[in-house]
């Protein structure tokens, strides 16, 4: 190209050409999905034999934003039994934070090696390569309101974490919850995209964003 054609041709400046390459990975990301976007929640359906109640979009962004400052950049998130919090993980541009999803439904196997498949009833049995308190965050939303599913979960997060555990289950886990993992009850309350029957809650073992509106 002579240098007249080069100052011929528009340039993008880097802003612009960022911007661009952000459409294109998400064009991308739809297309390969068959025209949604793989990480929408409810994409996977919930199946209630599974105990899943997802989180509605508010919620799931609210956790997903609060994981990421816990986290700090670069940081480690693992979700335990809360893939939505997972898929508005993955939606966001711009975090560079990694994540993994702790799950019993091989349906999230679509994502990939990010997805690791898990079973509360064998808390400790995760592949090798998941080394002990090698999450910044660990994210948990137990299938079941026992002291049993959650002691077993306990185990869980308490091997993945270096530290934070932010916990999603019933109001009336509030006691297990502290005696098992020392968390406690944050303001913030978290709603799901049909109206249970029992109230949930959120708890924290750390200084969170959870206790102030937005
Ligand atoms: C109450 S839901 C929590 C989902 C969360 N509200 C969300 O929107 O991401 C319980 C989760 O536990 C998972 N689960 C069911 N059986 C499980 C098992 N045996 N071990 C681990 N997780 C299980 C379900 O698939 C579901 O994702």
Request: hydrophobic share 35%.
């Amino acid at each position: 190209m002579s240098d007249s054609e080069d100052e011929g041709t528009p340039r993008l400046s880097p802003h612009a050409l960022a911007a661009l390459q952000e459409f294109y990975a998400e064009q991308k990301q739809r297309t390969d999905s068959g025209g949604e976007d793989k990480y929408s929640i409810g994409i996977i359906e919930e199946n209630w034999q599974l105990s899943q109640f997802w989180y509605n979009q508010e919620t799931a962004l609210r956790l997903a934003e609060e994981a990421v400052a816990a986290a700090g950049e670069g940081g480690r998130i693992a979700c335990v039994s809360a893939p939505s919090v997972y898929q508005r993980l993955r939606q966001r541009r711009g975090d560079h934070c990694s994540v993994c999803l702790f799950e019993y439904d091989r349906r999230f196997a679509v994502y990939g090696e990010e997805f690791i498949f898990y079973d509360y009833n064998l808390p400790l049995e995760l592949p090798e390569w998941v080394a002990a308190h090698s999450f910044d965050i660990v994210i948990a939303d137990p299938p079941y309101l026992s002291e049993e599913c959650l002691r077993k979960t306990a185990e869980t997060i308490k091997y993945l974490t270096r530290g934070k555990i932010l916990l999603c289950t019933g109001a009336i886990m509030e006691e297990e919850a502290a005696r098992l993992l020392g968390v406690k009850l944050c303001e913030f309350v978290p709603k799901h995209t049909r109206t249970l029957g029992n109230e949930f809650r959120c708890y924290v073992n750390y200084a969170s964003g959870l206790d102030r509106e937005l």
